[in-house]
Structures are given as C-alpha cells and as structure tokens.
C-alpha cells in the first residue's frame, strides 16, 4: 500500500475520520504555504490537498478562483510548487496530494510530470478535468511512479460508473458532495448518506467528502457515515481574510483543530 492507504487504514481501525484541508499553493505566496502545510499538520490534517493554480478553474467558486488568482500574480508555478514540497516533504509525515487541472500537468509530459511529482514526495494527484478514460497514459505513467491518481464521483454518477470509479481509483474516492462549484455552505446537501451508501454497495474504497463543507458539525455529521472530509473554500476564506501572513497561518491552524476535534471520535458515534 502507499502513504494514502496506510494513513486511511490506520484510521479507520482507530475509528477516526480523516481531515484534508485544501489549500492553494502560493496564496498568497509560497512562502506562507511552507509555512501553513506544517502548521495544518500539527494541527490535525491527516493528508495535505494542495492546489496548483490555474487561469480557468472550472470546478472552484469565487473563493479558491480569487486564491488562484493570487498565487498566480506571485508567481506561483507547477515546477516551483513541486520545488516547494519536495523541500518540505522531510518535515511531513503525511500524504501529499496536488490537485490541479490537467493543462498544467499534461504540459510537462505525462512521464515527466509523474517522474517530477515522486521525486518531490507527492502521493496523490487529483484531476477533475480529467476522466480516467481520456489521457490513459497519464494514469499509467502516474501508477507506474507509485503516486495515487484519486478519482472523483457526484451525486450524478451513474450506478456502472459509479462501480468504475470505485474500482480504479487508488488512495480514496473523492466524492463531490453536491452539484455546482467549490464554496462554504451553510448546510449539506439532502441525500447525502443515502448517496454514500451506494459506493458502500459496489465497493469498500473509503470515500472522502468534499464541496461545500465549512464547520465542524458539518464535518461530525459527514464522519459518521464516510471516511474523511475535505475542506477548502472555509480554509481558503480564513486565509483570504487574514490581516498578516503571521494570521493567515495561526487561523487557519486553529481552524484546522476545530474540524478535526468531532472526527476523532466520528467512527464510535
């Protein structure tokens, strides 16, 4: 097994629900992503999501749109993020995950990308522009250099697609939570459990949350049925709305706590 299906074993048998916090790199700078992947690690994140920023970020919302636009305007790269976690990869003990569109990735070279992104210590790669059937080199090349390619169902995913996606992805399966764009919400979508329960019929993979969820007794809620939750745009808010880098990183920690805190005993509830 890799670091993600180690860490989500571990958990699992512990009764606890992973944490994954996205963050875009580079926003606002790089600098403060080297500092913040620490701070989120100590404060309870079981696996990093770091977004590469891109120019057209189809699935995000206002929120990580304007935190890529900011990272971009500091000058953030594929290679200088690489560059960055291959640096910190020595302080973090857990899984890595780059999330980003295809363009940025592909225009590496499907084996050059995947050579670069194990050199750096990277475990997972999300895609959500790209289905498993379209570019298949670029998920061999990504299972031929160890790293996890994680793959993505919604609520409108078809029951044989759904058993697709269940089987080939590796790590965990990433489920969009609602239809619709990235953004903190106020409530979880109806059917959510119901909706899970379908993965649970063709497969055992653990499933992960995203989309939408921005407090921790949304996150208590999500525990007790799937594996993890992912949260991005409430982390991304906290550090768009930061007075100083120095509170961007403290915030955004604290914040981190607070979601994981209810996931420790989600599985036991």
């Known amino acids: 097994m890799g670091r993600i299906a180690d860490r989500m074993a571990a958990l699992r048998a512990r009764g606890e ?26 404060a309870g994140a079981d696996l990093l999501e770091i977004g590469v920023p891109f120019s057209d970020p189809m699935a995000d919302g206002p929120t990580i749109q304007r935190a890529s636009e900011r990272a971009l305007r500091g000058g953030a790269t594929l290679r200088r ?24 990735f592909l225009a590496m070279g ?22 498993p059937e379209e570019e ?9 250099c160890g790293i996890d ?30 239809t619709g764009v990235t ?27 995203g989309f939408g969820v921005s407090t921790p007794e949304q996150a208590a809620h999500i525990g007790r049925f799937a594996d993890g939750v992912i949260v991005g745009s409430a982390l991304v808010d906290r550090i768009e709305g930061a007075a100083s880098r120095e509170e ?3 915030e955004a920690a ?13 599985g036991s509830s």
């Open 110 to 131: 499907e084996r050059g990308f995947a050579e670069a992104a194990r050199e750096a210590g990277v475990d997972g790669v999300i895609t959500p522009d790209l289905p």
């Open 17 to 42: 629900r992973a944490l994954i916090p996205f963050v875009t790199a580079g926003d606002p700078d790089l600098g403060v992503t080297e500092a913040l992947l620490p701070a989120l690690e100590a």
């Open 248 to 250: 961007a990183v403290t």
């Open 81 to 104: 993020i690489l560059g960055m976690v291959k640096g910190l990869r020595p302080r973090l003990s857990i899984p890595l995950v780059l999330m980003g569109y295809a363009n940025p």
């Open 149 to 178: 390619a994680i793959l993505l169902a919604a609520p409108t995913t078809r029951p044989e697609r759904l058993a697709m996606l269940a089987e080939r992805t590796r790590g965990f399966l990433y489920y969009v939570s609602l």
């Open 136 to 144: 298949p080199g670029f998920f061999r090349a990504l299972e031929s």
């Open 254 to 266: 604290r914040f981190v706590a607070s979601l994981k805190a209810p996931l420790r005993k989600a």
């Open 183 to 209: 953004a903190a919400r106020t409530s979880l979508p109806p059917r959510l459990e119901e909706n899970l329960a379908r993965i649970r019929r063709v497969s055992q993979v653990p499933v992960c949350v």
